[in-house]
């Protein structure tokens, strides 16, 4: 997916999903790393299962203006994940 958007930072929710996978994110066509949407079900002491923590990146480093979000699903998973999904809730933009 890809949101067009301006300002000085930009945030992406989602959620965290046995089936998520990774994705590749760019803005203006710049690498800015990838992510895991995977969610483990186990629970480790002191960890909670990561089913209940929403998914969330964003980054606040953008020179002011226009700017354009692209998030790519790279096919990479956790071994435990059950497919590659990547979603999306909501897109914010600060100024």
């Given at each position: 997916?890809?949101?067009?958007?301006?300002?000085?930072?930009?945030?992406w929710?989602?959620?965290?999903?046995?089936?998520?996978?990774?994705?590749?994110?760019?803005?203006?066509?710049?690498?800015?790393?990838?992510?895991?949407?995977?969610?483990?079900?186990?629970v480790?002491?002191?960890?909670?299962?990561?089913r209940?923590?929403?998914?969330r990146?964003?980054?606040?480093?953008?020179?002011?203006?226009?700017?354009?979000?692209?998030?790519?699903?790279?096919?990479?998973?956790?071994?435990?994940?059950?497919?590659?999904?990547?979603?999306?809730?909501?897109?914010?933009?600060y100024?």
């Amino acid at each position: 997916f890809s949101a067009e958007f301006s300002g000085t930072a930009v945030g992406w929710e989602g959620s965290r999903r046995q089936d998520a996978g990774m994705a590749t994110i760019f803005i203006l066509g710049l690498d800015r790393g990838e992510v895991d949407q995977y969610a483990y079900t186990e629970v480790y002491v002191p960890r909670y299962d990561q089913r209940e923590v929403p998914f969330r990146w964003s980054s606040a480093d953008l020179t002011p203006g226009k700017h354009t979000l692209q998030v790519i699903v790279s096919g990479k998973k956790n071994e435990a994940a059950g497919d590659h999904a990547v979603n999306v809730s909501r897109i914010v933009a600060y100024q």
